[in-house]
């Protein structure tokens, strides 16, 4: 019996060019993974405890009742938060918190915006201050495919894929789909900014050399999340290029929990990125309410309306 062609979606070469970019923790998904601090009790000893990120993210400027643990410093306090050799813990965490939301957890703001997504088959980033190689934040984002996408909401992927790959790149012969999503998944951005690859490449950056060197220790980590979206701007304004999209309406959406984050991406979108692209739009989301389900926009650079996200 002959198999049937893939579904091949032509009309999304109609559509806006919108992209995205996602931080991870408490964005997409509320991570089961504990960072490594201690405690200074009223009697004024120290004890270890051990924190989620949302709490981290309120008690990290309280030096007078926390710090990382005494041996080992940041490095032992975010262990959990790197690749380890013969265990991967951000890939356990991230099955967790999936298997969690099946079970009826909320999952974090953004969770939806990454489902539609990927489900559109739109170039993507994800962008997180943690310290995992790319290999192992796309095998999450497999991961992810795999647990919150249904069967059909993966076919639709699949054929806005090949339509996308029709209409631009001029393919009419496809892969199987484990060669189309290989595909996709090679064009999108995966930047863990802890992570000693990240860190060789901005600090061999003429522009961000100069920024570091001026750049206090708690400046740093929303420093290279600027860097990071620098990189994922610039891949999405060559690949339009190459494709003759430019003079198409493009948009970029950013999304995070840490409001240190959002003011600094915030005001270097306005000062630098919006001036250097002026014909992308641009919009950023906190998402560090919980009470909000999507997150509050914040920041637009252009006339912009996200459904969805």
Known sequence: MTKAPPYVNEEVATRDFKYYIFDWDDNILHMPT??????????????????????????????EHYRPPKDGGWDAAFRNFADQPGRNTFIEDTITALERIEHGEIPGPSYNALKKTLREGRIFAIVTAR???????????RIFIRYALTEDERQQMFSNLRGYRKCFDGVTEFGTDAEELDYYLGMCRYSAVTHDRFRERMEADPIYQEKLATATNASKPELAKEFAIRDFVEHIFHTLQRNGGLGRSVSIGFSDDDKGNVKSVSSYIRQELSKRFDGIKFVVYDTSDRTLSKGRKVCVSGQLNLPGF
């Open 34 to 63: 504990k960072i490594r601090m201690e405690h200074k009790g009223e009697d004024g000893e120290w004890s270890p405890v051990e924190v989620s990120t949302a709490t981290f993210a309120m008690i990290r400027s309280d030096v």
């Open 131 to 141: 310290g995992h190689s790319p290999e192992t934040i796309e095998k999450a984002v």
